[in-house]
Each structure stands twice: as structure tokens, then as C-alpha cells.
């Protein structure tokens, strides 16, 4: 068990109904999921110090996932917001609770393997064992004495697991010297679910889709942690002057896919740069950039964003209309819309129009109004997994078919609003059939009206109903777009 994935250093959750996996060596239940198991009691701590070290703000973030259904991201930046870490601290605290989220099912199976009694241990020893196993096994630069020592540390500040720092520290002076004779499933669905730390249904929906090849390397694929993709603000500096400001500032850049997008190393806390602040860029995912291109946004357009919220997509379609024309953005919730306004003051976008609308009802007096319409359908988030690993363990069937369900409905409301040679684009970030191009071929069965075009977008060709862009072959978010037209 010594090979290290990339995690991410920036930015439980409910379970899904699948089979539990067997310790091969006892037939005791291992979590197929990495939740906590049925007969796990509650953490008996309601709160840890904020002035403690990174370990212990990562493990305030972990309860409050394990105890309150938070989001990681979320969490995340509330309790940093709350601590007293320098930047650096704060750094590893994040890629502690990012790599302890995304790895596992990984580091319960091995902890399990480990224990003589894993169904007896409590949320918070969990995650403290969580904690110290994911450092021994996939932090090269922290020595293992170190991960021991500082786990255990923590664990003997709470009175909740003092009384198990002994079998913490004992637990992980185990995982030292058996890690490299600890043995995965044989089964080889089984065995990807774990050494992926994909939850097993999930792994046999992508076998499905994609077959086993890959299906594997979907799910055991990692990027550069380091990077974050940036789109400058056309309307407010130009190509030259936005990348002799990126030099100035001492970041290290590349082009990404799209013009006026970059790869950026050590870009930090964006609130904080004042490039940012002063609207001349933007973070967004390069899929999600394609997306936009799918609508082909010209001068005076009026274009619907149906599901606009946080916004990235509609300041790309206003800047690409360069002041002109009329962005409509629809989000359900009020704070999300407040997201939208800000947005567009930040980057002095004038021709956006936020309103608090459910995309999913009809709306009458908008029909054949909009040049182009824009669904970036709620989904799974399979497809950014990597940015948002808690996604993967959230997702349920039947989850999944409430997102179908609501998908199915958007397109239904919302393409009455396209006008006659007008454009409907659908996309999500996720990789599921169902979500993508199924549900887009059940939507032209039951709209004549509407053709897929099935030209290529940036050179990526589509494949029968859309295209379907795969992280580890694309080297961009996984993402699916499709382009439609308004043909009577």
C-alpha cells in the first residue's frame, strides 16, 4: 500500500445503498462507503479548541461532516476563518481534510484491518485514526513518528478520546509495520472500490457506462493539486496587460485550453489578490468554459442562464457580449441570486439580469423570447470529484433519480423560452449516462422541434448525443455538454 496519489490542497455524509465489502480475513463488514457503521456511537465531544494545531482544526472540520452533514468546502473554510493557523498551517489542514475525504474508504478499510473490534470505535476516534493513517500512507513529506505523535497529541487534549489515545497510538505504530502486507479485496470490483475510494455502486455504474478499463481510470485518476484555472475579464484589461500583471504578482502561469484562461501555480486566497478584487479575473473550470462556447454567444444576444448560481457561466456569457445584449440569470434561492449581483459588480458587468426563478416551472411569458438558453443542470458532480471529493459518498440511487428527475424537467420548461433558429445548450458536471446523453435523447423523442448540433466544440468532437469530456483523457474537469437548435 505505498502508492501516494496527488491530493487536493484546496477547496459524512448520507450513505448509499450498497452492499458492505468483507474483511477477507475475519468476514466482519468493512463500509463499502467509509461511513461510519451502523453500530458506531456517537462522538461524545461537541467541540474541539480553535487555537490547536492544523491536525485538530482538520478534525473540527471532519466532525462537522460526520456530525452536521457539512459540506467539506464549506466547513473547511469556516473553521479556518475561525482558527489561529498562519497560511502554511492552514495549507495542511486543508490537505488533510481533503485527502482524509477523498481517500476514505481506503484509509477505513485499512483501519479496520487493523483493529481487533472496528465496529466498537466512535466517529471521533475514527477520524483521529483517519487523521494519522492518511499521513503515514499518502504524505510523503510527513515522517511517520510525526504523524503518530501529533495524532495522538490531539487525542489527548479531548476528553472524548483520551481514553483511546493508547489504542490510536498503538492502531497506527501497527499501520507502520504491516502497510506494506495489508491486503485489498480480491474481487476486482471490489478492489477498485476501495483502492479508489469510490463507493461500490457507483463503480458499477461507470463498468456499465465505460467498461473496466476505464471505468479504473476514471476513478483512480489525480491532477495537479497546485493549479487553478483563471479566466481573465476581456472587458476590463487586455490579453497583455492581464499576463504582465500575472508575471508581476510572481505566480507562475501557462495557457490553458481557451483564450484569456490560464493555468496558475500559488494563486492562494483569491478574495484576498487584488487582481481579483479588482474584477479582472475570474475562477472557473475549463469545461465549464466550454460549455459557454457550445452557445456560440455573439454581440446582442438575449440569453437565458437557467441554473445560473454561483455565476461563472453567466459573467462569461456577458463578457463575451462585451456590454451588449441581456443575460437573464435564474437561480431558486435569494442568497444565491445575491451571489449572482455580486459577481457582476465585482467584474462591472451591466447587461445581467438576476431573478429569483424555479427553472423547473413553466414560464408562459417568456416563450420564444431567448436567443439562447443555458441549462448547467443540478447533477451528481462525478466529474469533479476531485475538487469535491464528499460528492462521491453523497450520492445515492436515490438521489440520483431525484437529479434525473429534476434534469428532466428543466429541459421540459425551459426549452419553450428558445427562439425559432435559436440555441438550447444542456450540461452538467458529471459522467452517468442518465444525466447526460440519455436524458438528451429522450428530450429530442419527445421534442421534434429541436435538432442536436453536432459540430465540434474546441476541437472536441461529440459523440452520439452531446460530449462527454473524461479528466484523465481531456486533462479538464469531467464535464458533458450538448447543443441544440430550435429548428421550427
Known sequence: MNDKPVTRERNPVPRANAAPLKRPDSGRAASALGQPKPAVRPARARAISLDANARAVALNV??????????ASLALDKRLTESK???????????????????????DWTIDMLLRDPENIDSLT???????????????????????YETVSVAKTLPASLPFAGLINATLHRLIE????????????ENLSIRASWPIWIIQRLI?????????????????????TIRMNGTRITKEAFEKRLTDS???????????????RGIGAVGADPLYRGGYYSVMGESSMLAVEAIGVRRGMRILDACAAPGGKTMLIAERMQGTGRVIAWDIHEHRVELLRAQAGRLSLDNIRPVVRDATKPYPDGFQTMD???????????????????????????????????QRALLSACAPLVKPGGTLVYSTCTLLPEENGEQVREFLEAHPEFSLDNAPVAGFAPGSYGTQLLAHRDH?????????????
Open 178 to 189: 504491516q502497510r506494506d502486507s495489508i491486503k485489498l479485496p480480491a474481487d476486482p470490483v
Open 208 to 228: 456499465e457506462a465505460y467498461g473496466a478499463d476505464t471505468a479504473r481510470a476514471i476513478a483512480l485518476y489525480h491532477s495537479d493539486p497546485r493549479v487553478t
Open 85 to 107: 493557523l498562519d497560511e502554511r498551517d492552514k495549507e495542511f489542514a486543508a490537505r488533510v481534510v481533503y485527502g482524509v475525504t477523498e481517500t476514505r474508504l481506503r484509509l
Open 126 to 148: 475514527r477520524d483521529l485514526l483517519r487523521i494519522g493513517a492518511y499521513q503515514i500512507l499518502f504524505m510523503d513529506r510527513v515522517p511517520d513518528h510525526a504523524a503518530t
Open 372 to 406: 439562447a438558453v443555458l441549462i448547467d443542470a443540478p447533477c451528481s458532480g462525478l466529474g469533479v470529484a476531485l475538487d469535491k471529493p464528499d460528492a462521491k459518498y453523497r450520492l445515492t440511487p436515490e438521489r440520483l433519480a431525484e437529479l434525473i428527475n429534476t
Open 476 to 488: 479538464v474537469e469531467g464535464f458533458f455538454f450538448t447543443r441544440m437548435i430550435r429548428v421550427k
Open 250 to 264: 510572481g505566480r507562475a502561469w501557462t495557457p490553458a485550453l481557451l483564450p484569456g484562461a490560464y493555468r496558475v
Open 62 to 71: 471532519l466532525q462537522d461532516m460526520s456530525r452536521q452533514d457539512a459540506y
